[in-house]
């Protein structure tokens, strides 16, 4: 960091008055920087407390001078995912780990420790078996249809023995089923795993809490139960049933039907949250939750992003697969495409629909996916396009727009609302030649 841009973050700092989750303060007094005497003592005893992680982090200083007060700053790059978690060594892992979260540092959980483990030692939770299971909890007719299918794009095990073969794509393992095996072709797998479901259902409103003209809370709830083929099939029929059809009559006299929400879009993302949900003894009593509001459609599931893709990297890059045996029967069961390509369809979709893009988060062992409905951004685009302006007559950053206009996800809203407008010459960039600097802010 130049010297110029540790004044720029500290003037920032002190005109918002907190922390963020990439910048700690330490000696802080009243949200401004406090004096210290001897700068080359503090950057001592902070390299000395560095050395006491693992793995041991580097540090990058910079001082500057403000006014009468001296600042240090410490630059902390992200460790190798590998090196995951980076703890205390006086602590120990399970102790030591923390995670930023907002302006303070939490606890890491002990499955957010786990993640890592998993995915550095290639641990596959779907692989493990079940307790009470047999082989006989497997539906006969799943296996023989499944065979069949799998000996037709597979060669290479046309004559392997059944057994053998249900072996090798994980549906078995030392004569008993596995996790992905009664997931995929069970009788009925929640006798095993009760909460391993869907939970669906519409509210009334644009939060949970809202209640309806009847005073009723929710429209519809239900629980979707079974294989992952039926409970996928069952989603989708309620979202079907739960969302609007708009009647359009084209200039030929055609009639056309046109849903709030493109189905493939929406089979792509609850195919997704069934294949890529974790599905580890730390997870399995929570199901994927998905909930229809007014003004948007929500899927949450267990398990956050995997390895090392990002939430900026979805649809550009291909994803490490927490759960690659049940990917690969999938693909086989009911034709998905495992190959990189249901993120880039989602959005696909969304755009010939003439609707925003899919919101994505990441919080915390849980990712959730949001649509929102084309009417209500339509209506609200002009009004909304004139408060930011008028709103940026004073230059602000990314976290304050989101915020002041009520978005969760900071990038979604720079991306859909400001580029548009930087793009109409309406707003400027402060940091033109480094558009994704830390220190941006925007100004009409």
Request: charged share 30%; with cysteine.
């Amino acid at each position: 960091m130049l010297e110029e841009e540790l004044v720029q973050l500290v003037n920032k700092i002190i005109s918002e008055k907190c922390e963020k989750p990439n910048i700690e303060l330490k000696k802080a007094l009243g949200g401004t920087p406090s004096k210290l005497y001897d700068a080359q003592d503090l950057q001592r005893k902070v390299m000395e407390q560095s050395l006491q992680m693992e793995p041991v982090v580097r540090l990058l200083f910079t001082v500057a001078q403000i006014e009468d007060k001296i600042v240090v700053s410490a630059e902390i790059s992200e460790c190798d995912i590998y090196d995951k978690p980076c703890f205390y060594k006086g602590a120990g892992r399970l102790r030591g780990s923390f995670i930023r979260v907002g302006d303070s540092d939490q606890p890491m959980t002990e499955y957010e420790i786990y993640s890592y483990e998993a995915f550095k030692r290639r641990l596959h939770d779907e692989l493990r078996t079940v307790d009470r299971a047999t082989m006989t909890h497997l539906k006969k007719d799943n296996i023989i249809e499944y065979l069949i299918k799998l000996r037709r794009q597979k060669m290479n095990l046309v004559n392997l023995e059944d057994n053998r073969i249900l072996e090798t794509q994980g549906i078995s393992q030392d004569g008993l089923p596995t996790l992905a095996g009664l997931m995929l072709l069970g009788e009925y797998p929640q006798e095993f795993f009760p909460q391993l479901s869907v939970t669906a259902m519409v509210v009334q409103g644009k939060a949970i809490g809202d209640l309806g003209e009847d005073g009723e809370r929710f429209v519809d709830n239900k629980r979707f139960e079974g294989t992952l083929n039926q409970m996928l099939d069952a989603t989708i029929a309620f979202v079907r049933r739960n969302m609007k059809i708009k009647t359009i009559i084209t200039e030929e006299g055609v009639r056309a039907d046109k849903a709030e929400y493109p189905i493939k879009a929406v089979r792509e993302i609850i195919l997704n949250a069934l294949i890529h949900r974790d599905y580890s003894v730390h997870t399995e009593n929570a199901p994927i939750r998905l909930v229809m509001y007014e003004d948007r459609l929500e899927l949450e599931n267990p398990g956050g992003l995997y390895g090392r893709i990002t939430i900026d990297d979805l649809g550009k890059a291909a994803a490490d697969t927490r759960n690659p045996y049940i990917a690969g029967a999938l693909e086989i069961m009911i034709e998905t495409e495992n190959r990189f390509s249901g993120i880039p369809t989602v959005m696909a979709e969304l755009k010939k629909a003439g609707m925003p893009s899919p919101v994505f988060m990441d919080r915390r062992g849980t990712f959730k996916v949001i649509f929102f409905k084309k009417k209500i951004v339509q209506n609200k685009d002009v009004e909304l396009d004139d408060e930011i302006l008028g709103y940026c007559k004073t230059p602000r950053s990314r976290e304050e727009l989101a915020e002041k206009f009520g978005f969760e996800a900071p990038s979604y809203f720079i991306r859909t609302k400001i580029s548009p407008l930087i793009d109409a010459g309406k707003i400027k960039m402060t940091v033109p030649d480094k558009p994704k600097s830390k220190f941006q802010k925007y100004y009409s």
